[in-house]
């Protein structure tokens, strides 16, 4: 008697011969077909929006095209750091020199709030914790008066009530402090200006070699710790690279770099005093006030991530640093903060992102950062869209590099599995 002819066809067969009906029953080939058709929904979507715009611009005759960056604007900017490095005084500026100016100080004021803002936090997080009550009590009011308060309503009261208050001398006042190189009244903060001088660069290729070879010893050490167990002193080694070389080198070309002094002067017949223009280093009131509030204001929110972090790392730890005899601030330093990293990063990321979109508040102090230009650009041009555009563009840009850096630096703290 013979085996039937008739037998189980395999896996690839029954799927080939599967009725193409019943492919849409297969979950892979149905994720496709939803993904597929949003991606379709979306594009026709904003096709639409942009055909639509573009008609009822037409319809009203209105003008459209990014043009208008070439045009000369009205207004004339503030005197900032922005105006400095795009040097755009004695000339005709452009609509396009203007959003950079504001581009540069609204990275200005981004990076200084970054870095007040995570010292300023860490500090007080850490008092959080303490069994001092005056540092805890310190930290404890700090957080909860400034991360209840409206960040705009700082603003106002940095701006207004201490920069621009009674006590603060006029223009032609001043208080001067560090041996009378620094100046202060109504209308900023003077200090001197770094005038680099011929063979300065020597100094920059100095510290530029200096993280290279940081880079490389930090490897070397690691690669050492690994074979011999032996650890090296990275960090004293990267402040004599970056540090003392550059100085070295600073010091074997002859210091050349010039200190601009902001010079206090009397002139014309009735002795008007003033500070001389084009003379040392402007911080105008409405940068302090934006920088100060925003730092204060997020490291409030950044003492309580903190300080979250330190509570997360099983208390163990400490008791083990301790009965192995490390002191307090060694068993902070180098166990306790080290772990809460990977607890803090994530969202520390969250206030740095918001530091850079809330400076978009400047506007209400008339500092001259980015969006108060696209602003005013908006009111004399009337190419809201264009203007609009680029504003999301930069801000976003700013958003996606800042997640990207710190994405980073949290795939390094993350433990490595061996």
Do not use: C
């Amino acid at each position: 008697m013979t085996a039937s002819a008739e037998t189980p066809s395999s896996g690839p067969t029954r799927a080939a011969s599967r009725p193409a009906g019943s492919l849409l029953y297969d979950p892979k080939v149905r994720s496709i077909f939803f993904q597929v058709a949003l991606l379709v929904a979306v594009i026709a979507f904003f096709a639409w929006i942009v055909q639509n715009t573009t008609a009822n611009l037409r319809a009203r005759n209105i003008s459209s095209g990014f043009d208008f960056l070439g045009n000369t604007p009205g207004f004339q900017t503030v005197t900032t750091l922005g105006t400095y490095l795009m040097d755009v005084s004695g000339r005709a500026i452009t609509y396009l020199d203007v959003l950079k100016v504001g581009l540069i100080n609204t990275l200005l004021v981004a990076v200084l709030g970054v870095v007040t803002a995570t010292v300023v936090g860490f500090v007080i997080g850490v008092f959080r914790l303490s069994s001092n009550s005056v540092l805890y009590g310190f930290s404890t009011i700090y957080v909860e008066l400034l991360r209840n308060t409206p960040l705009l309503l700082q603003i106002f009261f940095w701006y207004f009530a201490a920069l621009r208050a009674p006590w603060v001398p006029d223009a032609r006042g001043r208080v001067s402090f560090f041996w009378d190189s620094f100046h202060f009244n109504i209308t900023g903060l003077y200090g001197p200006y770094p005038l680099p001088q011929p063979g300065f660069d020597a100094t920059l290729w100095a510290v530029a070699l200096g993280v290279a070879l940081t880079v490389v010893m930090r490897w070397w050490a690691r690669r050492r710790q690994d074979a011999t167990g032996k650890q090296f002193p990275i960090f004293w080694g990267a402040v004599g690279l970056i540090v003392g070389l550059p100085l070295l080198v600073f010091l074997l070309t002859g210091s050349p770099l010039r200190w601009e002094a902001a010079n206090f002067v009397e002139d014309g017949p009735v002795l008007r005093r003033g500070f001389q223009k084009g003379s040392g280093m402007l911080l105008i009131p409405e940068l302090i006030a934006l920088w100060l509030a925003l730092s204060l204001y997020t490291a409030a929110f950044i003492a309580e991530i903190v300080r979250a972090g330190i509570l997360a790392v099983n208390k163990g730890q400490t008791e083990a640093a301790h009965a192995l005899g490390i002191s307090q601030g060694k068993n902070l330093r180098l166990v306790v903060i080290p772990q809460a990293l990977r607890v803090i990063i994530p969202p520390l990321t969250s206030q740095y992102l918001n530091i850079t979109k809330n400076s978009s508040l400047a506007v209400a102090i008339a500092y001259p950062d980015f969006f108060s230009q696209v602003q005013i650009s908006l009111n004399q041009t009337g190419r809201a869209i264009e203007l609009i555009v680029i504003a999301m563009l930069v801000y976003l840009t700013f958003s996606l590099i800042t997640s990207a850096f710190m994405n980073y630096v949290n795939s390094r703290m993350k433990l490595v599995e061996r």
